[in-house]
């Protein structure tokens, strides 16, 4: 276990999820069922989105539905550099091609570089809400209206988060625009967690039942009611599917989790305001840039070390805030400087907005069980460090 003063997360888990637990175990029912079908309704209203199906992580979701929407061979997916790997492993994984796209000064993709980047082959946008951070849509959608193509948001950081006004996985109500389909993440270090799990909302009902049927096995529908006194014991396999659904016991700390979600996420608000108000003196630390009209989840709180102010790269102030007890971590490496996507022919230099912003990148603790004493530390380290190393 962690000696640090102040870890990079610690989850909020209280009686409420343990209850909720508690009792699914007590049900009998472990696996995908009622307390699934009940976190997916909810969760949906939370998001306002028409349909939701849950699964066991972002990644299968996003796995799922370039299946559901037939993605593959010949096929290419637009993507940003600055994402996990997952984003782009699933697009490999049903045989299409990633094409990354860099940056723009928020860190989300930039919607100019994914319009350079299409051609007849493009099938998709895979735009990322990076720490919690709106991408652009109406432009994104706009984009995507233009050329015809899927819109797939990658939004395992957006639980919670809103585009000018309406939670992710909800559109543009007011321009009718919405994605084909939303992907979210409850990883254990997410705004809301289950552990492992993920949420996929799409709009369109057709999509959402093909996604149903493809997340188990591809069995015929209200596989799970085999069980059940409604159910039969008779069932067709329809198409060939994944194992990817979500257990009774996560969907049972999802409900607890999303009942207090807003709680957490003002909670995450309030750090976030407290450490940019703090942090505005400090020549040594470029802060977080949140565009006009959109808004933040702070699922991640990144900072960038300014050089120009700085004795000390992005390495050695990572290890002094470890030597004062702060947990911290880098979000992301960007993709094409791992040695598996360099095999696809990418190389350094290729997005250099990604990998400047990579160059002074450090993730500030914060979660939503974060004290003020913590925070308040977290601080301390930063402008101690800032004077020991100023330029
Ligand atoms: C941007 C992004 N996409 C996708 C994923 C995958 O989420 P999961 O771990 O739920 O599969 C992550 C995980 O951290 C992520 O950061």
Redesign the pocket.
């Known amino acids: 276990m962690s000696t640090l003063k102040v870890p990079f997360h610690r989850p909020t888990i209280g009686r409420d999820e343990i209850d909720e637990v508690v009792r699914t175990l007590e049900s009998g029912w472990l696996t995908t069922g009622p307390r699934t079908a009940q976190f997916e309704k909810e969760f949906a209203e939370y998001v306002e989105a028409p349909h939701a199906q849950a699964v066991n ?4 979701g ?1 796995h799922l539905v370039l299946a559901a929407l037939n993605i593959g061979p010949g096929d290419e997916v637009i993507t940003t550099p600055l ?2 790997c ?2 782009v492993n699933v697009i490999i994984h049903v045989g299409a091609t990633p094409v990354l796209a860099d940056i723009g000064p928020d860190g989300n993709i930039d919607p100019a570089s994914i319009e350079a980047r299409i051609t007849p082959r493009t099938k998709a946008i895979m735009p ?1 809400h990076m720490a919690g951070l709106a991408c652009d849509m109406n432009k994104i959608w706009a984009i995507a209206k233009k050329h015809n193509l899927f819109v797939i948001e ?1 939004a ?2 957006a639980a919670g988060s809103h585009y000018r006004g309406f939670p992710i996985g909800a559109g543009n109500p007011e321009t009718g625009d919405r994605s084909n389909a939303v992907v979210f ?3 254990a270090t997410k705004n809301l967690t289950t552990g ?1 799990g ?1 949420m996929i909302t799409t709009p369109n009902q057709e999509y959402a039942e093909r996604i149903r049927m493809l997340s188990l096995h591809g069995i015929s529908k209200d596989a799970w009611k085999r069980y059940t006194a409604e159910g039969s014991w008779r069932y067709d396999i329809l198409e060939m599917g994944y194992k990817y659904n979500l257990t009774d016991m996560q969907a049972a700390i999802g409900i607890a989790q999303l009942a207090k979600c807003d709680r957490m996420c003002a909670r995450r608000n309030a750090l976030a305001a407290r450490y940019n108000e703090a942090l505005r003196e400090l020549e040594a630390f470029k802060l977080p840039v949140v565009p006009e009209g959109l808004s933040h989840a702070w699922h991640l709180y990144v900072i960038e070390v300014n050089s120009a102010c700085l004795r000390i790269d992005r390495d050695r102030v990572i290890e002094e805030l470890k030597l004062r007890g702060i947990g911290t971590s880098v979000h992301f490496i960007p993709l094409h400087l791992h040695t598996l996507y360099q095999g696809l022919g990418y190389r350094r230099g290729q997005f250099p907005d990604a990998e400047e912003r990579f160059q002074g990148a450090i993730s500030l603790p914060l979660f939503a069980a974060m004290s003020d004493e913590e925070s308040g530390r977290v601080l301390e380290a930063l402008h101690d460090i800032a004077s020991e190393f100023k330029k």
């Open positions: 992580s972002c990644t299968a996003l994402t996990f997952a984003t990322v990658d395992a950081h993440s409850f990883y492992e993920g």
